[in-house]
C-alpha cells in the first residue's frame, strides 16, 4: 500500500449486529474496526477489477489462448436456437 497520507472518509451504516462482528472480527485478527474494514474492503476491491484488467498466462497457455481466438467461427445451432427463443424473463 501507499505511504501517502489518509485524507478521506468513507461512511458505513451497519447494524447493530453487523457491528459487533465487525468488532469481533476484527479484535480477533488483532485490528481496529477501521483498519480490519480497509484491509477486507480493498482486498476484495482488488480481486475484482484483476478480474477485469489483469489477464496472466505462461508461455504455453498464452499460445494456446491465441490459437483459440485466431480458430475460425464454426457454427452452433442448438447454441443459435437457445439464443433465438424468447426468455423467461422477457
Excluded at 472518509?9 to 453487523?18: G, L, Y
Excluded at 477489477?49 to 504455453?60: G, H, P
Amino acid at each position: 500500500m501507499s505511504s501517502e497520507a489518509k485524507s478521506e472518509r468513507i461512511e458505513v451504516r451497519a447494524t447493530p449486529a453487523m457491528k459487533a462482528l465487525l468488532q469481533s472480527a476484527a479484535a480477533s485478527s488483532h485490528k481496529n474496526v477501521t483498519e480490519f474494514l480497509l484491509e477486507a474492503g480493498l482486498a476484495a476491491a482488488e480481486m475484482t477489477m484483476a478480474d477485469r484488467r489483469v489477464f496472466r498466462l505462461d508461455d504455453e497457455r498464452w499460445a494456446a489462448f491465441q490459437e483459440a481466438l485466431d480458430r475460425p467461427v464454426t457454427a452452433k445451432p442448438r447454441l443459435k436456437k437457445l439464443l433465438d427463443r424468447k426468455s423467461v424473463l422477457e
